[in-house]
C-alpha cells in the first residue's frame, strides 16, 4: 500500500523557518523523484520544488535561495527546508511522487507524472 504523509506544518512569523517532512512507504525513494507543491488561498496549486531520481534539485523561482529540497534514503523521507519565510508562502504543502528512471517536471498540483500524493500539511506565516 502506498502511502505519503507529510509533517512539520505550523505557523511561523515572517523571517522564520520549518522544516516539512514526508515520509514514504509501499515504495522507494530512490529510483523515484519526488517533489513538493503548494496550494495558497488562491487555490492556485502549483510545484514548489522537486528532486529527481539522480539527486538533481529544481525550484520555483519564487523560493529559490530559501527553501531546500533533500531526501534521506535511509528513512524514506523527502525533506523541504523552508527559510525565511514570506507571508506568502502561507499554504497547504503537498507532497508528490512517482518512480521512474526519467525525470519529468509538472508545475501542477495533482497531475502525471506524479501519480503518488500525500493529504498535505499547513504553513501559516504571519
Known amino acids: 500500500h502506498v502511502q505519503l504523509v507529510e509533517s512539520g506544518g505550523g505557523s511561523v512569523q515572517a523571517g522564520g523557518s520549518l522544516r516539512l517532512a514526508c515520509t514514504a512507504s509501499?515504495?522507494?525513494?530512490?529510483?523515484?523523484?519526488m517533489g513538493w507543491y503548494r496550494q495558497g488561498a488562491g487555490n492556485e496549486c502549483d510545484v514548489v520544488a522537486a528532486?529527481?531520481?539522480?539527486?538533481?534539485?529544481y525550484y520555483h523561482d519564487s523560493v529559490k535561495g530559501r527553501f531546500t529540497i533533500s531526501q534521506n534514503k535511509a528513512k524514506n523521507t523527502l525533506y523541504l527546508q523552508m527559510d525565511s519565510l514570506k507571508p506568502e508562502d502561507t499554504a497547504m504543502y503537498y507532497c508528490?511522487?512517482?518512480?521512474?528512471?526519467?525525470?519529468?517536471?509538472?508545475?501542477?498540483?495533482?497531475?502525471?507524472?506524479?501519480?503518488?500524493w500525500g493529504q498535505g500539511t499547513q504553513v501559516t506565516v504571519s
Open positions: 528532486i529527481d531520481v539522480d539527486g538533481n534539485s
Open positions: 508528490a511522487a512517482y518512480p521512474s528512471s526519467i525525470y519529468r517536471s509538472a508545475s501542477t498540483c495533482f497531475t502525471l507524472p506524479y501519480n503518488y
Open positions: 509501499g515504495f522507494r525513494l530512490s529510483g523515484s523523484n
